[in-house]
């Protein structure tokens, strides 16, 4: 079946670093990915569509500066996130549509972003 | 706009019992209707999905569906609730957005599994 990797699982940096999260398709291509962002005991919110070879797609009230998506190859997205505070603490979730249906998604494990 | 809502937050279920898990959303089309489970360390796992057709739906582990449209529902059904069940469980609706596609989730059920 259609496998989603995350890297890193978890990590922690310190406030005014940037950190870079992967979301990788293993077996089959994604010219679209989805970044979500979770908050405890809260449900998914969408914050981008990937967009391969071209810019990402921003949900409003995401600030596009400080959450930077790069989609470089059919395989790999990446989210970063820069000047991070402790409130972008969360759990970022990436996923990408399946062959059948783009509403059928496959999600990633997820990254633990802790900001100290 | 389109919304989901799970009215329960959180549900105990003794081990071998029943479980009904609620979902209401709000979508001026006919749906594209899902629900995933999310387990600590896994990535959120798609239960079953409704796209049109028999509105009874089956899908992995034993669970199933029925949507209403009358009652604009989308609960998720088990006869007998094993302790590897116990997860976090969303609800979801597939929705058009300026990207193209995208789904929005209720805030999740959270079950428990008594022995």
């Known amino acids: 079946g259609a496998v989603v990797s995350q890297h890193p699982s978890w990590v922690i940096c310190k406030s005014g670093t940037s950190v870079k999260i992967e979301c990788r398709s293993l077996?089959?291509?994604?010219?679209?990915m989805f970044w979500y962002r979770q908050f405890p005991k809260q449900s998914l919110m969408l914050m981008a569509t990937?967009?391969?070879?071209?810019?990402?797609?921003?949900e409003q009230g995401v600030e596009k500066d400080k959450f930077l998506i790069n989609h470089a190859s059919l395989t790999l997205s990446t989210l970063t996130v820069t000047s991070a505070h402790p409130e972008d603490s969360s759990f970022y979730i990436c996923?990408?549509?399946?062959?059948?249906?783009?509403?059928?998604?496959?999600f990633g494990p997820g990254t633990r972003l802790t900001v100290t | 706009a389109q919304s989901v809502t799970q009215p329960d937050i959180h549900i105990t279920v003794s081990e071998g019992a029943s479980l009904e898990l609620r979902c209401n959303y709000s979508?001026?089309?006919?749906?594209?209707l899902f629900w995933y489970v999310q387990s600590p360390g896994q990535g959120l796992q798609l239960l079953l999905k409704?796209?049109?057709?028999?509105?009874l739906v089956q899908g992995i582990k034993g669970f199933e569906a029925e949507f209403k449209r009358s009652q604009s529902s989308f609960n998720l059904r088990k006869p007998s609730v094993h302790w590897s069940d116990a997860a976090e469980y969303f609800c979801?609706?597939?929705?058009?957005?300026?990207?193209?596609?995208?789904?929005?989730f209720g805030k999740g059920t959270t079950l428990s599994v008594s022995s």
């Open positions: 077996d089959f291509q994604a010219t679209t």
């Open positions: 409704y796209f049109s057709g028999d509105t």
């Open positions: 979508y001026g089309a006919t749906p594209y």
């Open positions: 979801a609706v597939g929705a058009v957005n300026q990207a193209g596609t995208a789904l929005i």
């Open positions: 990937s967009n391969e070879g071209s810019k990402a797609t921003y």
């Open positions: 996923s990408a549509p399946g062959t059948l249906s783009s509403y059928e998604q496959y």
